[in-house]
């Protein structure tokens, strides 16, 4: 059975353990990048990563954007959106389609 999980800062993570979420509190690259390694291993299906946390493991992270799994997941922490989210959804989205359909400014 696939699992889920949630890695970013212990602030960022707690309030994910109430919705059974495994949470993996991180707070350098090094620690970051391994738990995603082994992530991967362990079969979980889902990745939730803060974006403070994917700013310090972007290259672990792309290499796996576009496997089937784990799908990683980038989401805001608790000090608020850095826009990266959303720029992932728009990337994905375009090389899917190789149309910028989310924010096509025409």
């Given at each position: 059975m696939y699992k ?52 310090m493991a972007r ?48």
């Amino acid at each position: 059975m696939y699992k889920v999980a949630v890695l970013g800062d212990k602030d960022s993570v707690m309030g994910f353990l109430a919705l059974g979420i495994d949470i993996f509190p991180v707070y350098d690259a090094d620690e970051i990048k391994k738990t995603i390694h082994k992530l991967v291993e362990e079969e979980y299906a889902i990745i939730y990563i803060t974006e403070k946390a994917t700013l310090m493991a972007r290259d672990v992270i792309d290499r796996y954007k576009d496997n089937e799994l784990p799908a990683i997941i980038v989401i805001p922490g608790i000090q608020g959106s850095m826009g990266i989210g959303m720029n992932e959804v728009r990337q994905s989205a375009k090389r899917a389609t190789g149309m910028d359909l989310l924010f096509d400014e025409d």
